[in-house]
């Protein structure tokens, strides 16, 4: 599946953004699809994520209550909803997708390494 990420761009502390991520190729059914970031100078790390079928939600830790994921079944598109934005958030955020992966729930993530399709990144910047 290909994917296509949109919605980045700048934004001031406690703002709000949203992202989209949409298949083309093929429709998300069957797949789990995630939100990753990359920060600045740091390793990629776990966003968000949600089942296509079943629509269970997974969340980092650090990002629940601000971020939301969800799906749009017409659209074929998964959303990234963005809230209370910190300059922490800053970094280059990857929707991926994959058949199987696994979630470790007792660190709340998916691994980068089991998603197979990935987007281009799309920017988001925050300033305080």
């Known amino acids: 599946v290909q994917l296509q990420a949109s919605g980045g761009g700048s934004s001031q502390a406690g703002d709000s953004l949203g992202l989209s991520c949409t298949a083309s190729?093929?429709?998300?059914?069957?797949?789990?699809v995630a939100w990753f970031r990359q920060p600045p100078g740091k390793e990629r790390e776990f966003v968000a994520a949600i089942k296509w079928n079943s629509r269970n939600t997974y969340y980092a830790d650090s990002l629940r209550g601000r971020f939301t994921i969800s799906r749009d079944n017409a659209r074929n598109t998964v959303y990234l909803q963005m809230n209370s934005l910190k300059p922490e958030d800053t970094a280059v955020y990857y929707c991926a997708a994959a058949r199987r992966c696994h979630f470790y729930s007792g660190s709340n993530h998916f691994r980068a390494a089991d998603f197979g399709s990935w987007g281009q990144g799309t920017l988001v910047t925050v300033s305080s």
């Open positions: 190729g093929r429709t998300f059914r069957g797949y789990t």
